[in-house]
């Protein structure tokens, strides 16, 4: 295909506008301001129309990416979103959060000589653009079968299975533990990531398809799944995320000031204690933070710290800069808004005042001997390099383990030994009849977009189940 | 849903009961769970444990004071009104079983906490000893209910103006001395429970405290809560809220609920100029 339009490569990959690094950390606007339709139609004519195109094969949900963008090079931006939304309830959340360098544009072909195609600007684009200027057309939902099914935790994955599910024409029902749907989209990802008008936005579609959301109900605690098939649900998708914060288990973790990056985000996020008083619940304003980790959420949480008005923020990881785990945007991201980077430096114990708040840390120099079972080079302590750091806020920010609320009401799902559901890896079913399972808690904590590859893997399994058998 | 059915004030107006319709709540709900609530979007999580259930109704009691800005809030709505948020039962209920002679000790709202506890230990057929405690009589709540619930009722009053003058501890420490008791339930303000604690942990008789950190979700995702029990920390929302007092750390709780002293004062002097407005 390259060979026969050689001068399309020569467009330059698009840039994505975004806020002066300086001015927006200090705001809670989102970075990325969004391709012009001018450059979004150029950009895409980029794409050369592969007839076997790769990109797909990298994307957990198979995106129609070739016939969306030819939608968008021909300017029917409205035409563009309906195309993503065959396969991608979520695309102006997927067009921000995916790591589309691992996925679809990992493998698209004009990456391998330049530049590959801006997919994820794309879909942000499109959806956006349907967003504020579409007809308010929601996609169309298949002749009603009359089975309904319960979707428990409304993140990613069950908001994936629940738009799946509409579409082929089943009654769902949404329960979400908190006040607001959207999972870790609204709880976590920051606002200058992910808008939270556009949550809402997305789920609204869901609403409009026919979807019945309740909030506020801790499944597992008010109602159990046994008593959800009484109530006539005729199947069920577990999608309750990890959820159960880990800490690092050193003297003076309980000092005041220092947070798991849940707790920090939720109290920011869903909270909003970034608007305090105006919103009611407190967040801690540190001057001097300390971020412990380094994958996307610490990264997250790093950011917040800035725009709450710390003077600095240091992110303190225990192995070097190549093993980071966050993804290379957000890291360059952090770093143009004066997000430090302590590497190879590992905590080992908190500093408090007689009232129990945090004053510091004390930490120890690591260097890299072998290779452990990850296959990364495990950091080793260096003895006697033992330094303080002077810290008023640290965020814990180490991972996450699986919550056992839900699956202690549901004695007999299986589990693996730490405490993940086990869920068939093609499908989603788990060792009860009638239940599936996808996402964090089946796979410990991951991203947004594998979260929602499982819920579309369990959709289709629920959809031949309710039609065909267990 | 969470419409208030009932209210009434307590304690010269600075404790409030809500009665509130929460029909899956109440068939579910077990002695010593609590609840979540919020007054509206913009308000605040606030974990309350549950005073009583009435299943054949479908309501929920709570028992709160008024302390800041978010219990201020609480105190505005009136029967009709309804909460934005409430979710439970969260945390786990409290063990009832028959051990014969029985202890319970309230102070505060707390009293309204130990109350379903109270009950529940006594139709396990426990014989229970009650001791509650206030400032002045003229605050204590509950007094006929616990007296019910109760195969004996002590009362203490700080300023002498009913019963014993004095604290709880004085009548503890008494019927320790005098019975044989195999356990002791403390639930009130954390120097009570922390007293208590340490009486019972002398004369070796196991005691349950209740405890009532900040918390946000209250369903063990975000570890706000956190306390130190026995050297380990727990999350109270999950592991607790009822621990044995002997291992517990009331002195990192009492920190830790002072986590937000500044900005609550921030928010309630806010609120009040509102109100005058």
Redesign the interface.
Same mark, same amino acid.
């Given at each position: 295909m390259a060979d026969t339009k050689p001068k399309k490569i020569k467009i330059p990959r698009a840039k994505m506008p975004e806020q002066d690094p300086d001015i927006r950390k200090r705001n809670f606007e989102e970075v990325p301001l969004g391709l012009t339709p001018e450059m979004a139609v150029l950009e895409a004519s980029r794409c050369l129309q592969c007839k076997t195109p790769l990109c797909v094969q990298g994307c957990p949900v198979s995106v129609k990416i070739p016939e969306f963008i030819k939608l968008i090079a021909e300017s029917d931006f409205s035409g563009a979103t309906k195309k993503l939304w065959e396969t991608n309830a979520l695309p102006a959340v997927c067009g921000r959060v995916c790591p589309q360098e691992d996925q679809c544009e990992g493998k698209c072909i004009l990456g391998k000589k330049g530049a590959p195609v801006a997919i994820g600007y794309l879909e942000k684009f499109a959806a956006d653009w349907e967003r504020k200027n579409g007809k308010d057309e929601p996609p169309v939902v298949g002749e009603s079968t009359g089975k309904r099914v319960a979707v428990i935790g409304s993140g990613p994955s069950g908001l994936t299975v629940a738009g799946d599910l509409l579409l082929k024409g089943h009654e769902v029902t949404i329960f979400e533990?908190?006040?607001k749907p959207g999972g870790v989209l609204v709880y976590g990802i920051p606002e200058f990531r992910l808008p939270k008008e556009i949550v809402a936005s997305e789920v609204a579609t869901l609403e409009k398809m026919g979807a019945k959301i309740e909030?506020?109900?801790?499944i597992g605690?008010?109602?159990t799944i046994d008593e959800l098939f009484e109530e006539g649900f005729n199947a069920a998708y577990i999608g309750v995320g990890a959820?159960?914060?880990r800490?690092m288990?050193l003297p003076g973790? +309980?000092l005041?000031g220092i947070?798991?990056a849940?707790?920090y985000l939720?109290?920011t996020n869903l909270?909003?204690g970034y608007l305090?008083?105006?919103?009611?619940?407190?967040i801690?304003r540190g001057k001097n933070v300390v971020v412990l980790g380094a994958g996307n959420v610490a990264m997250d949480s790093a950011r917040t710290a800035m725009r709450l008005g710390a003077k600095s923020v240091k992110v303190v990881y225990r192995r070097s800069r190549d093993e980071m785990p966050a993804r290379a945007e957000e890291l360059h991201h952090a770093e143009q808004e004066s997000i430090e980077f302590v590497l190879l430096t590992n905590p080992t114990q908190f500093f408090g005042d007689e009232?129990?708040r945090l004053t510091g840390m004390e930490c120890l120099k690591m260097e890299l001997g072998e290779p452990d079972a990850s296959g990364r080079r495990r950091p080793v302590p260096v003895e006697g390099s033992e330094f303080r750091i002077d810290c008023d806020l640290v965020v814990v920010s180490v991972g996450s383990n699986a +919550?056992?609320?839900l699956t202690n009401s549901t004695p007999d799902i299986a589990l693996n030994r730490w405490g993940n559901i086990v869920g068939d890896p093609d499908t989603g079913k788990t060792s009860k009849r009638g239940v599936w399972a996808g996402g964090d808690i089946v796979t410990g904590a991951a991203t947004v977009i594998l979260a929602m590859g499982a819920g579309r893997a369990a959709a289709n399994s629920i959809h031949d189940y309710l039609t065909l058998g267990w | 849903?969470?419409k208030i059915v009932n209210r009434k004030e307590m304690a010269q107006g600075t404790i409030i009961l809500n009665e509130i319709e929460a029909p899956?709540?109440s068939r579910?709900a077990k002695p010593g769970q609590f609840v979540i609530l919020?007054a509206d979007?913009?308000?605040?999580?606030i974990p309350l444990t549950m005073a009583d259930t009435n299943p054949d109704k479908g309501t929920i009691t709570i028992i709160y004071m008024v302390v800041g800005?978010?219990t201020a809030?609480f105190k505005e709505l009136k029967i009709g009104d309804e909460f934005?948020?409430?979710?439970?039962?969260?945390g786990k209920p409290t063990h009832i079983e028959k051990v014969g002679k029985v202890v319970c000790v309230g102070g505060g709202t707390g009293i309204a906490v130990l109350h379903p506890i109270t009950r529940a230990l006594k139709e396990a057929g426990n014989d229970v000893t009650t001791i509650l405690g206030s400032r002045s009589y003229d605050l204590l709540i509950m007094e006929e209910q616990m007296r019910a619930a109760s195969t004996q009722l002590h009362i203490c009053t700080d300023d002498g103006s009913h019963g014993h003058h004095g604290f709880v501890t004085d009548v503890l420490k008494e019927v320790l001395e005098k019975n044989d008791i195999k356990l002791v339930v403390a639930i009130g303000p954390i120097p009570m429970m922390k007293f208590c604690s340490l009486i019972t942990k002398e004369k070796n008789v196991k005691t349950y405290v209740s405890l009532n950190p900040i918390m946000?979700?209250g369903?063990?995702?975000?570890?706000?809560c956190?306390?130190?029990v026995g050297n380990k920390?727990k999350f109270a929302c999950?592991d607790g809220p009822e621990f044995d007092g002997h291992a517990v750390d009331f002195d990192?709780l009492a920190?830790?609920l002072?986590?937000?002293l500044d900005?609550?004062r921030?928010?309630l002097d806010?609120f009040n100029k509102c109100k005058a407005l």
């Open positions: 533990a908190f006040h909030c506020n109900t801790v605690a008010s109602t959820g159960l914060p800490f288990n973790e +309980n005041i947070y798991s849940n707790e939720t109290r909270m909003k305090f008083p105006k919103y009611d619940t407190p801690a009232n129990g +919550n056992p609320l | 849903m969470a899956r709540i579910k919020q979007e913009t308000g605040e999580r800005k978010s809030r934005y948020a409430l979710i439970g039962p969260l946000v979700d369903t063990g995702m975000c570890g706000c956190r306390v130190t920390t999950v990192e920190k830790r002072a986590s937000y900005d609550e921030e928010s806010a």
